[in-house]
């Protein structure tokens, strides 16, 4: 049987203590990040072939909200909700990657 999802969104909404010395997605406002990648989906009317998970950690704290797509493996770093839009149409629907949105560690690999 074929997955059923083309594509899965992964959205860091870890929560970490006040104070926390690697601070969190969660205070960078990453649940609505995730809602509004839902919310986009559903109006591009491709929510049955994309989904938007909550994820934990993904161990790039520092440049959170971080959000990465599978399966091409593409790392956005502080995703806004603004900033939607833009993955969806041109990355999710489009197939061009946002290059602006790129984590760092994207931009070493030379993706
Ligand atoms: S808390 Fe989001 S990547 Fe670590």
């Not at 860091?12 to 986009?40: L, M, S």
């Not at 994820?55 to 603004?82: H, I, M, N, Q, R």
């Not at 993955?87 to 290059?99: D, F, Q, R, S, T």
Request: proline share 7%.
């Amino acid at each position: 049987m074929a997955p059923p999802f083309q594509r899965h969104i992964f959205v860091c909404t870890n929560r970490r203590p006040d104070g926390h010395p690697k601070g969190c997605c969660a205070t960078k406002g990453a649940e609505e990040v995730r809602a509004a990648f839902k919310a986009e989906l559903e109006k591009r009317g491709i929510k049955g072939q994309m989904r938007a998970n909550a994820a934990g950690c993904l161990d790039t704290c520092a440049f959170g909200v971080s959000v990465v797509v599978y399966p091409e493996g593409v790392w956005y770093g502080g995703v806004k909700v603004e900033d939607v839009p833009a993955i969806v149409e041109e990355h999710l629907i489009g197939g061009k990657p946002v290059e602006r949105l790129f984590m760092p560690l994207m931009k070493k690999a030379g993706s």
